[in-house]
Structure formats: C-alpha cells, structure tokens
C-alpha cells in the first residue's frame, strides 16, 4: 500500500479505501461528504486577501472569502502525514486545483511570488509549489485530463 494520498481520490459512498498508514478497511458509515473550505489566520489579513486575488485569480467576496464549485464527479483528498514529513513544510498545506499548473507557475514568477522550485507530473496530474506571503505552502494541483472511454 502506498503512503501517497492521491491513491483514494476516487473513492465514493460506501465504497472502502484502505488507509495508507494501517491498510485498515474504512467501512461505511456517516461521514465527511467534503472540504467545506479552508480558514487561514494571518497578521494581515488584507494583505493575504488581496495576493490570493492578485496572484491565484481568486475573487474575493466582500465577506472576506471565495466559494468554488467543483466540476461534477470531481474529488478532493482529506491525508494526515507523519509529523517528520519532508512532503510539505509546517502543519499543513492546501492543494488547489487549477487548470493550468505551468501557465499559472509562469505568470506567478512574473510577478514577484515565491514559487518553489519542485514539481511533480505523475498519472494523478501535474503539481507544482508556491508559498503564500504567511509562508504557507500551496500545492498548484492540474487534474490530469480525462481518461477516454
């Protein structure tokens, strides 16, 4: 069993997906049906609205925040990692999912952002890294396009 968590995104309902650290079978039951979102804390809570807005094309509503509405049958991934993890720095980090991983690396590095120097190109589709200016790593996820029946 593989400890990469990419490996469950198609889980679905009452399907089971062994776990990546026991291979445990996780049985049905009632449960998360989904990311409701992320909250972040930040000393400049302005500043961090408007980078997302600026940087990632986020719109920001005047709540303070932005809603996304995944494609029908998309997934998301929920994983906890070991706390020696060398996958990410800090606690956590966020996954987006964006349309374009290379175009959006590019236009970032044009204009100022830290954009970490690794990538991943796998069967699970195109990653790439950039740190936010609180240092919050996000993983730029492009799906990769769908498969042909």
């Known amino acids: 069993m593989t400890d990469d968590p990419r490996t469950c995104q198609g ?9 990546p650290e026991t291979g445990a ?7 998360v049906i ?8 930040s000393k400049d809570k302005a500043a961090l609205q408007a980078w997302y807005g600026e940087m990632l094309g986020i719109d920001i509503s005047p709540w303070g925040g932005a809603k996304f509405t995944n494609e029908a049958g998309s997934t998301g991934v929920w994983s906890a990692f070991a706390a020696d ?3 990410f720095p800090g606690p956590f980090m966020i996954n ?40 919050t790593v ?6 990769p396009a769908p498969k042909a029946p």
């Open 11 to 19: 889980n679905r309902g009452s399907e089971r997906c062994e776990g």
């Open 25 to 31: 079978s996780v049985a049905a039951m009632a449960k």
């Open 34 to 41: 989904g990311l409701g979102g992320v909250f972040v804390k």
């Open 85 to 87: 993890s060398t996958y």
């Open 96 to 135: 987006l999912r964006v349309d374009d991983a290379d175009g959006l690396v590019e236009a970032l590095r044009a204009k100022g952002a830290n954009v970490l120097d690794r990538k991943d190109d796998s069967e699970y589709g195109k990653f790439r890294y950039v740190a936010d200016p609180d240092g």
């Open 138 to 143: 996000l993983e730029l996820w492009e799906p």
